[in-house]
């Protein structure tokens, strides 16, 4: 959490999670997180340690009630957003939150099975909204180690039920440092000298931050680098919007899997986009 509150000393003004419904600075957000720490403690009895499961596609609601858990001290916990009302109702047994929240069309597999997890279970976008409605909120009071646990994400399963890998606050941090040090020593091998006028750094996000590859873009890209979250209309991934979106927004960094980058380079108007801000592309995974 203090990584975030320094982002919002340094870039507060800036603009860091945009989406077609708008746009929230990292200031914005910041104090979106705190009133959702306080909605959690107040009016859910969440404390330090206990889980809150979110399952919901990208959207700029599920980084600030992320944050949110976060800064109160509970540990956020990533339910895939593909699996079946079985394979939610396995997780939530398994992690035993607190409070499940998420968007409607995840929260309906549950729903249709009619079985009782034994939780509260809100929409994230009202959830945020009762947080906001109360007014600003303080800072949490609340102690915090380094290797306290922050997050629970979820293994695939390929050889059993998917089992919750926790994550400590030291450990994200750590991995902040080594992927900057990793750029640094990039440009210097490449002879590329710090641009003091560089553009804000920004990136689609279009990989699921129940999986470790979107939660790094929310949790370390913004804090760490002042970046800006920019996240495509729900659906599917789409090529020709992930172009267009790199245009109007200015994306400085792509980020995805083999196959998407196999899709955007296959593209048949590649040529006619300005792509002239992307100075970054990573990714992993199978073809």
């Known amino acids: 959490p203090a990584a975030f509150a320094k982002a919002a000393e340094r870039w507060g003004d800036l603009p860091f999670l945009v989406s077609d419904e708008g746009t929230r600075t990292f200031q914005e957000a910041l104090d979106d997180a705190y009133a959702v720490a306080r909605h959690l403690r107040e009016d859910y009895g969440v404390e330090k340690g206990d889980r809150v499961a979110v399952v919901a596609a990208n959207c700029p609601e599920y980084v600030v009630v992320a944050w949110g858990i976060i800064a109160s001290g509970a540990i956020l916990t990533g339910l895939n957003g593909w699996w079946t009302g079985p394979e939610m109702v396995h997780g939530i047994?398994?992690?035993?939150?607190?409070?499940?929240?998420?968007?409607?069309?995840?929260?309906?597999?549950?729903?249709?099975?009619?079985?009782?997890?034994?939780?509260?279970?809100?929409?994230?976008?009202?959830?945020?909204?009762?947080?906001?409605?109360?007014?600003p909120a303080p800072v949490p009071e609340v102690e915090l180690d380094e290797d306290d646990p922050a997050i629970i994400l979820f293994t695939s399963g390929t050889t059993g039920r998917p089992k919750g890998a926790t994550l400590t606050h030291r450990g994200f941090l750590h991995f902040a440092t080594s992927t900057q040090l990793s750029q640094a020593v990039g440009a210097a091998v490449a002879g590329v000298a710090p641009d003091p006028d560089a553009p804000q750094p920004a990136?689609?996000?279009?990989?699921?931050?129940?999986?470790?590859?979107?939660?790094?873009?929310?949790?370390?890209?913004?804090?760490?680098?002042?970046?800006?979250?920019?996240?495509?209309?729900?659906?599917?991934?789409?090529?020709?919007?992930?172009?267009?979106?790199?245009?109007?927004h200015g994306i400085t960094n792509w980020s995805g899997v083999p196959t998407q980058f196999w899709r955007l380079v296959q593209h048949p108007d590649l040529e006619s986009y300005d792509l002239s801000t992307v100075t970054t592309v990573g990714g992993g995974g199978a073809v």
């Open 203 to 248: 990136v689609i996000a279009a990989s699921p931050m129940f999986h470790i590859s979107g939660l790094v873009a929310m949790l370390i890209g913004g804090p760490q680098t002042g970046q800006k979250l920019v996240f495509p209309p729900p659906g599917r991934w789409d090529e020709t919007t992930h172009l267009e979106l790199t245009v109007k």
């Open 93 to 135: 047994e398994l992690a035993e939150p607190k409070l499940v929240t998420g968007d409607e069309r995840r929260l309906a597999r549950l729903e249709e099975l009619g079985t009782d997890v034994g939780v509260p279970i809100i929409e994230i976008g009202e959830f945020v909204r009762q947080a906001r409605a109360a007014g």
